[in-house]
């Protein structure tokens, strides 16, 4: 069994191969989500597209067009995140090199930030 051990502060934690292997099962559904929401908007645009010019407001277009930015967005962070995790390099934190608390890690799989560098990256934003 492989641990990868995590250092939060003053405490250890470790991700277990269990731990590991529920992130990536969790990071392998995140993908199939967002593959199938990109193909439901794309079908949706395409096959009503002149029904949709006539009959769609332009903020309907709008929050059709977000929906899909983000959908690729976080799409591209899981696969990276897979990446990672086959790369053997699934868990330090991009920023400071410190291990991403498993705790964060389980809330966000394909978290590439410990807590502190998202929050001082989202306060310089």
């Known amino acids: 069994m492989v641990n990868h051990q995590i250092i939060d502060g003053d405490r250890r934690t470790t991700l277990s191969t269990q731990d590991l292997a529920a992130l990536r ?8 989500f967002r593959q199938e929401q990109l193909q439901q908007l794309s079908a949706a645009a395409t096959t009503r597209t002149d ?10 277009l709008e929050v059709r067009v977000k929906l899909a930015a983000s959908a690729r ?3 591209a ?11 053997d390099r699934y868990g330090p ?3 400071c090199c410190a291990p991403i608390a498993r705790e964060r890690l389980m ?3 394909q978290a ?14």
């Open 93 to 95: 934190c991009h920023l």
């Open 107 to 109: 809330i966000v799989p």
């Open 51 to 60: 029904a949709l010019r006539s009959r769609q407001t332009a903020s309907q």
């Open 25 to 32: 099962e969790n990071l392998h559904e995140q993908r199939l």
């Open 77 to 87: 962070d899981v696969e990276a995140a897979l990446t990672r995790m086959d790369q």
């Open 112 to 125: 590439r930030y410990c807590a502190r560098c998202q929050q001082v990256r989202q306060a310089n934003r």
């Open 73 to 75: 967005m976080v799409l």
